[in-house]
């Protein structure tokens, strides 16, 4: 009897410790965070490894950067619109004006206006690179344009 006894506090004891694990907070689980948008690999690289030094450093801790390209900022909206309530991404990051001005009408954006925000222009050469109500604010507003000439 006290073999079989010693047998089952043991096998408890042990089923207990392998739980435990299971049910107590992963302390170093890296924040998660989806970005989506109509950028290239290389900027989208660049981006993501600068924002996790950034907040590493601000944080300590890491972040994990899901960073979906899935085309122009047309197949972007429309994988926004496909996602409905349940978006795979936090943030739409790149396009211009118009993109954001769609998701603005259409209730796909939570405002925010970052540190400043009063301090950004609302055109800048023309361009609207601000929402004046707060909803979107454009954070880099370049324009490079490829010419190619070509002489038969």
């Not at 989208?44 to 950067?65: A, P, Q, R, W």
Request: with cysteine; charged share 25%.
């Amino acid at each position: 009897m006290n073999k079989r006894f010693l047998t089952a506090t043991l096998l408890a004891v042990f089923s207990m410790a392998m739980l435990i694990p299971a049910f107590a907070p992963d302390a170093q689980a890296a924040d998660k965070l989806g970005w989506i948008g109509p950028v290239y690999k290389e900027l989208s690289d660049s981006l993501t490894k600068g924002f996790k030094e950034y907040y590493k450093k601000t944080y300590g801790k890491d972040v994990d950067i899901t960073f979906v390209r899935p085309g122009g900022w047309p197949v972007c909206v429309d994988k926004l619109r496909a996602w409905g309530d349940k978006p795979d991404a936090d943030i739409f990051l790149g396009a211009g004006a118009p993109a954001h001005e769609v998701l603005k009408k259409e209730g796909r954006v939570v405002p925010y206006k970052p540190k400043d925000w009063n301090m950004v222009p609302a055109e800048w050469k023309g361009m609207k690179v601000k929402d004046d109500t707060g909803a979107w604010t454009c954070f880099a507003p370049w324009i490079v344009p490829t010419f190619t000439t070509r002489k038969s």
